[in-house]
């Protein structure tokens, strides 16, 4: 696609119910970051994957967290018995391939609000 | 670790004028990239701007360019002219240059208020 996007747009949860977030990035990007960016502060790295391969994933906060990428395309994000403290938005960002300052492409995010 | 500080939570400038946004960064690297991304309320970050660290040569895009000071680690962000669609939160970022470091380092943002 053009862009990167993510779904959903909003999502609710009651806590300790889990959730899945969805990210489509730019298609032949072969890497694609996950943030989570609380209010009113900036994205903080959860994790990275290039390809199917997730390389990095020193980000993320507890074991409830989970990603995955399984055919080096599309991934989500998944979290296990949601805290409110996991309420933010997560934003989803990918990268052509080659090396140097290459642009991140960022999606529009997904907020999560845990109640 | 590389933290990166924004120390101005919020700014205010008149349209048409012009605004300098500060980035301070702590890194004992040689060789990063700096960038400012604009987030507007749909929430989509947006590149403005980078920078490559060995590059003495200030980057420049149309209305944006920055102040490099590398001895002093300070990035600074100068909009001119500035419009009423600039009105954005802006964040200061780094990545390492370092072979396998992949992830952005943010500053916590300004907030850019832009007055008619």
């Known amino acids: 696609g053009a862009g990167v996007s993510q779904s959903p747009r909003y999502k609710v949860a009651k806590r300790g119910q889990d959730v899945a977030l969805r990210c489509d990035p730019i298609?032949?990007?072969?890497?694609l970051f996950w943030y989570q960016q609380a209010l009113g502060q900036g994205p903080e790295f959860l994790t990275y994957?290039?390809?199917?391969?997730?390389?990095?994933k020193s980000g993320l906060p507890s074991d409830r967290f989970f990603a995955e990428r399984p055919e080096g395309s599309v991934s989500t994000l998944k979290i296990q018995r949601t805290q409110q403290e996991d309420s933010a938005v997560y934003l989803c960002?990918?990268?052509?391939?080659?090396?140097?300052?290459?642009?991140?492409?960022f999606g529009a995010g997904s907020r999560l609000t845990v109640l | 670790a590389q933290t990166v500080t924004q120390s101005q939570p919020e700014m205010s400038v008149q349209e048409a004028e012009t605004v300098t946004l500060s980035c301070t960064y702590d890194?004992?690297?040689?060789?990063?990239?700096l960038f400012w991304y604009k987030q507007p309320p749909s929430r989509q970050m947006i590149l403005v701007i980078r920078?490559?660290?060995?590059?003495?040569q200030n980057a420049t895009e149309n209305r944006f360019s920055v102040n490099f000071q590398k001895a002093a680690k300070s990035f600074s962000l100068k909009i001119s002219d500035s419009q009423l669609g600039d009105a954005a939160m802006y964040f200061c970022?780094?990545?390492?240059?370092?072979?396998?470091?992949?992830?952005?380092?943010f500053g916590q943002g300004t907030r850019l208020t832009i007055n008619p």
């Open positions: 970022a780094y990545r390492s240059a370092r072979r396998g470091a992949q992830k952005l380092v």
């Open positions: 994957f290039q390809n199917e391969a997730q390389l990095d």
């Open positions: 960002a990918s990268r052509g391939p080659g090396k140097g300052a290459n642009v991140l492409t």
């Open positions: 298609s032949g990007h072969v890497s």
């Open positions: 920078q490559e660290a060995y590059k003495q």
């Open positions: 890194t004992s690297e040689s060789d990063y990239y």
